[in-house]
């Protein structure tokens, strides 16, 4: 019986040694990946995303703000680590993280929206944050909205079961160096989706002749007064930016009025600027957008000048006003 449960006990720990190490390894594969969600990733991580003008938010940054092309207009560095199904929780622990790893910004562009202040509701492409859980301020946000996500920290493969077999491909791709390349459809951060108007919004507007009223959370009011002085604590000047919108969505919304009025309020209170760019001409083209809150490349092209003048001017403003430097 002793020998049977000596041998048990060594086949369980060789079990164990081989998952921690195949673990590690798969992760080494995910954290080697250079394209993509987890190429933007290990750019922030690596401290390989250094930027003069960081650009954070969620879908609509990542498609909105063209880093490259606002770098070419201004002259600046720029990167883009908007996150696709985000609310602010998440984007303050990206913030926070890519802060950790890199010299502060001259300027972090805040991208708002008319759901930015509802309630995180679950984690949008969850295998996504497995390899970054070590990193604190990653863990802490994820675990807020979804706390069962320890596991993906602490148990060996767990993550590699919970999310199927594309997580694993994905990081035997990282390992062998097998990533497309040529067709990462993100650039600094910004992945443009020259894609046609895609036809969904119709349905919404029938779903809902009356209008639609969206949640304005304390908790997320809270959390963007965090995520500015959070820029600001390191040496960053923000500007908070609510893109396009098409104009029909911004007709609809009941209570648009009282949630462009609380991002106006905080931008007032903590001291930055407020660009409400929903109010461009094209905001009335469907040709520019593929669904009401997401520009395609028309749009994206459209708005570029805005925003990268916009930024010029307040940094050649407050070049010349000390006073207002954070």
Not at 310 to 319: G, K, N, Q, V
Request: overall charge neutral; hydrophobic content about 45%; aromatic content about 10%.
């Amino acid at each position: 019986m002793a020998a049977f449960l000596r041998r048990a006990f060594g086949f369980a720990l060789l079990a164990a040694v081989f998952a921690v190490a195949l673990h590690a390894l798969l992760m080494h594969g995910l954290r080697r990946r250079s394209t993509d969600v987890f190429g933007v990733w290990n750019d922030v991580v690596t401290g390989r995303a250094v930027a003069d003008v960081l650009f954070t938010g969620s879908s609509r940054s990542l498609v909105h703000f063209d880093a490259a092309a606002i770098a070419d207009r201004t002259g600046l560095r720029a990167y883009n680590i908007g996150m696709d199904g985000t609310q602010l929780d998440l984007q303050l622990g990206r913030l926070r993280t890519y802060l950790a790893h890199h010299p502060a910004p001259r300027l972090v562009v805040q991208e708002v929206d008319i759901i930015s202040l509802e309630p995180d509701s679950g984690l949008y492409f969850a295998q996504q944050y497995a390899p970054y859980l070590r990193e604190p301020a990653v863990y802490e946000a994820v675990r807020g909205v979804a706390p069962d996500h320890w596991k993906d920290r602490w148990l060996p493969l767990y993550p590699f079961m919970r999310h199927g077999p594309g997580l694993t491909a994905l990081a035997v791709q990282g390992l062998l160096g097998l990533e497309d390349t040529l067709n990462d459809p993100v650039h600094l951060g910004f992945e443009l989706r020259d894609w046609p108007w895609e036809g969904s919004f119709d349905n919404f507007l029938r779903e809902h002749p009356d209008g639609v009223r969206y949640h304005e959370s304390p908790h997320a009011v809270a959390t963007l007064r965090t995520l500015i002085r959070t820029a600001r604590a390191a040496g960053s000047q923000v500007a908070l930016c609510y893109t396009p919108e098409l104009v029909e969505n911004q007709r609809i919304t009941l209570n648009r009025g009282s949630i462009m009025g609380t991002f106006a309020r905080v931008a007032r209170e903590e001291g930055v600027p407020f660009w409400d760019l929903s109010t461009a001409p094209f905001c009335t083209d469907r040709g520019s957008f593929y669904n009401s809150q997401h520009l395609n490349a028309r749009g994206v092209a459209r708005l570029t000048p805005m925003v990268a003048d916009s930024i010029t001017a307040l940094l050649e403003r407050t070049a010349q006003s000390p006073s207002a430097r954070p």
